[in-house]
């Protein structure tokens, strides 16, 4: 495997399922983020993680749980959605969080829907 | 106001056209532009980087900064079906990693 991985790549879900995301990213990088994006929107930054720490938190519901275990792996913990967090589910890793012009490189995304 | 507009098309053109897209901002701090090129079913992909004014090519794309304006542009040559794609301008200001995105331009490139 190469570059961001992320499973699954789709997923349904009732309100009151509990279900999580997947990030996994080989390209020995730093900093790993979430990011949210529906339809006709700009993506929206959700978290941002450096070194397994926690360093933005975009004002997101807690129904939406973080989790950094290492390095290589992101979670996103989902309990009780609703109707509207259905969207695409985009995890990115960058090597560093300072400094301009890092790139962030994307996984293909989770598209999630909530009945 | 949006920090970053962009106008969501779709846009269709011919093969072999010249594409045009835009972004415009609000926020005079950002220094660092990109554009993302995001197929269908598959996540972003930067393709031009760009720190301050100024003009840059590669290939067949060329962004353009004019932040006496705070307009962005992305130029394609020649355009072939492949590049049928969301392109996402984004920006931030420096200091750790925050992007601002666009909400995306839906181009065709039909033969």
């Known amino acids: 495997e190469t570059g961001v991985t992320q499973t699954p790549r789709h997923l349904v879900m009732g309100m009151t399922n509990k279900k999580s995301l997947k990030c996994e990213q080989h390209l020995g990088h730093n900093a790993m983020y979430w990011y949210k994006q529906s339809a006709k929107k700009p993506l929206e930054l959700m978290f941002v993680y450096s070194l397994e720490e926690r360093v933005e938190n975009n004002s997101v519901p807690s129904r939406f749980s973080p989790e950094c275990p290492n390095s290589s792996h992101l979670f996103l913990h989902l309990h009780t959605l609703q109707p509207e967090d259905s969207a695409l589910y985009l995890c990115?890793?960058?090597?560093?969080?300072?400094?301009?012009?890092?790139?962030?490189?994307f996984g293909p995304g989770t598209r999630l829907t909530v009945l | 106001q949006k920090e970053v507009e962009q106008d969501p098309g779709p846009l269709s053109v011919p093969e072999g056209a010249i594409v045009s897209l835009n972004c415009t901002y609000s926020?005079?701090?950002?220094?660092?532009f990109m554009w993302y090129r995001q197929y269908s079913r598959k996540g972003p992909e930067l393709l031009m980087y760009?720190?301050?004014?100024g003009n840059k090519e590669d290939g067949r794309f060329t962004a353009q900064v004019d932040k006496s304006s705070k307009y962005i542009s992305l130029f394609i040559r020649d355009s072939q079906p492949s590049d049928s794609a969301t392109y996402l301008c984004?920006?931030?200001?420096?200091?750790?990693?925050?992007?601002?995105f666009g909400a995306g331009t839906r181009l065709a490139v039909h033969p």
């Open positions: 990115a890793s960058s090597q560093d969080l300072a400094g301009g012009g890092d790139t962030q490189y």
């Open positions: 984004a920006m931030f200001s420096g200091g750790y990693n925050k992007l601002i």
């Open positions: 926020n005079s701090a950002f220094q660092y």
């Open positions: 760009t720190y301050s004014s």
